[in-house]
T-cell receptor
Framework: GAVVSQHPSRVICKSGTSVKIECRSL??????MFWYRQFPKQSLMLMAT?????????EQGVEKDKFLINHASLTLSTLTVTSAHPEDSSFYIC???????????FGPGTRLTVT | GQNIDQPTEMTATEGAIVQINCTYQ??????LFWYQQHAGEAPTFLSY????GLEEKGRFSSFLSRSKGYSYLLLKELQMKDSASYLC????????????FGGGTRVLVKP
């Protein structure tokens, strides 16, 4: 299957700082990338959908000014958590797909801890 | 919106069979996926159903009834490594084919 990578796999940051997470599709061009957040013992919650070259669409309750998403190329999307707080500590997972009718492939996830 | 329900936890014995049910309500059903997720890792794809019936893949099978809004994942000959969370996800064509996940079912396999 297709490969999606995320970097970093783990990050610890201080409260008030910003953290950038990268998501790359390694062997296909992803017209759409998705960002999910998963708290312990909970399921994946979709945060936003990002289409290459256009603004991301955020799910209800997700602050677009806090979670900045950029999808500047067909192989790279970034999620920046701005002014992070301890409650933002979570497992962030991206996924990518070639097109609307194609399967989604998940990245390995990024564990964010805000101290 | 969508409503996807699955049991929170199940326990089974090594070598046994476990069936994880998933019920859903969605306006534009366009497929149901099952994923396995070990703690601290990303989900891995197990199966996909878009038509009614049973799909079999080795020890794992998945069933779908669109009229009932119901699916199940059947795990046979359970192994200790099958201890994980199993996520049911539904794709909605009226929402750009986004996936919405159920809460996940944690399966604990005991010796």
């Amino acid at each position: 299957g297709a490969v999606v990578s995320q970097h970093p796999s783990r990050v610890i940051c201080k409260s008030g700082t910003s953290v950038k997470i990268e998501c790359r599709s390694l062997d296909f061009q992803a017209t759409t990338m998705f960002w999910y957040r998963q708290f312990p013992k909970q399921s994946l919650m979709l945060m936003a959908t990002s289409n290459e070259g256009s603004k991301a669409t955020y799910e209800q309750g997700v602050e677009k000014d806090k979670f900045l998403i950029n999808h500047a190329s067909l192989t790279l999307s970034t999620l920046t958590v701005t002014s992070a707080h301890p409650e933002d500590s979570s497992f962030y997972i991206c996924s990518a797909r070639l097109g609307t009718d194609y399967e989604q492939y998940f990245g390995p996830g990024t564990r964010l801890t805000v101290t | 919106g969508q409503n996807i329900d699955q049991p929170t936890e199940m326990t089974a014995t090594e070598g046994a069979i476990v069936q994880i049910n998933c019920t859903y309500q969605t306006s534009g059903f366009n497929g149901l996926f099952w994923y396995q997720q070990h703690a601290g890792e990303a989900p891995t794809f197990l199966s996909y159903n878009v038509l009614d019936g049973l799909e079999e893949k080795g020890r794992f099978s998945s069933f779908l009834s669109r009229s009932k809004g119901y699916s199940y994942l059947l795990l046979k000959e359970l192994q200790m490594k099958d201890s994980a969370s199993y996520l049911c996800a539904v794709r909605d064509i009226t929402a750009g084919n986004k996936l919405t996940f159920g809460g996940g079912t944690r399966v604990l396999v005991k010796p």
